[in-house]
């Protein structure tokens, strides 16, 4: 079975840009959680779609939003950016919703923001 | 609300034995186990559930206290590709999101 594949894999932006980032889960899998990685904060849980529903959410601004698609595909969005926003984001996907099963990562989006 | 990690880093030598824990002062209802090595994904080790049950691969075993809010990592005979950064994500209270601790550095050499 292929991984889980996130597009782009490195992004620049500046300030006050907005950015989309992609993320295709494993076959079958139709959950798919979002999250922030820095040094400074560790890993960080942005939301979760599960059937194209959002199912849980994490402690971030309105700015950061996503969506899924009927195949499971996910999307994020991130609005005015801020350079604090630079991180990577990573996706992963889960057979279940929650946290009762493994979640598989993809690789990542680096994101700088300048 | 973070589970705190411990210790932050540990270097062994090959063959070595080594045990990573993760604390919360909060309820869990799961603790997953990744490893991920630099500039990689983290990837999948170990999930224990509220009631004992486990999944995980055969070479990595775990243990998870629910009373005392606790689990651990049990990396027996080390490997080099045993390297990388290990963390814990913790279902607190069965909110059905992980949250992460900051990791812990293990160093593996020959």
């Known amino acids: 079975k292929a991984g889980v594949t996130q597009t782009p894999r490195y992004l620049i932006k500046t300030r006050g840009q907005q950015v989309t980032l992609s993320c295709s889960p494993i076959s079958g899998h139709r959950s798919v959680s979002w999250y922030q990685q820095t040094p400074g904060q560790g890993l960080q849980f942005l939301f979760e779609?599960?059937?194209?529903?959002?199912?849980n959410k994490g402690n971030f601004p309105g700015r950061f939003s996503g969506r899924q698609f009927s195949n499971s595909r996910s999307e994020m969005n991130v609005s005015t950016l801020e350079l604090g926003d630079s991180a990577l984001y990573l996706c992963?996907?889960?057979?279940?919703?929650?946290?009762?099963?493994?979640?598989?990562f993809g690789p990542g989006t680096r994101l700088t923001v300048l | 609300q973070q589970p705190v990690q411990s210790p932050q880093a540990v270097i062994l030598r090959e063959g070595e034995d080594a045990v990573i824990n993760c604390s919360s002062s909060?309820?869990?209802?799961?603790v997953h186990w990744y490893r991920q090595k630099h500039g990689e994904a983290p990837v999948f080790l170990m999930i224990?559930?509220?009631?004992?049950e486990q999944k995980g691969h055969e070479k990595i075993s775990a243990s998870f206290n629910e009373k005392k809010q606790q689990s651990s990592l049990y990396l027996t005979a080390s490997q080099l590709s045993y390297s990388g950064t290990y963390f814990c994500g913790t279902d607190i209270q069965g909110a059905q999101k992980l949250v992460f601790g900051q990791g812990t550095r293990l160093t593996i050499n020959p």
């Open positions: 224990l559930l509220k009631g004992g």
């Open positions: 909060k309820a869990l209802y799961s």
């Open positions: 992963a996907s889960s057979l279940a919703a929650g946290s009762g099963g493994p979640q598989f």
């Open positions: 779609y599960f059937s194209e529903t959002q199912r």
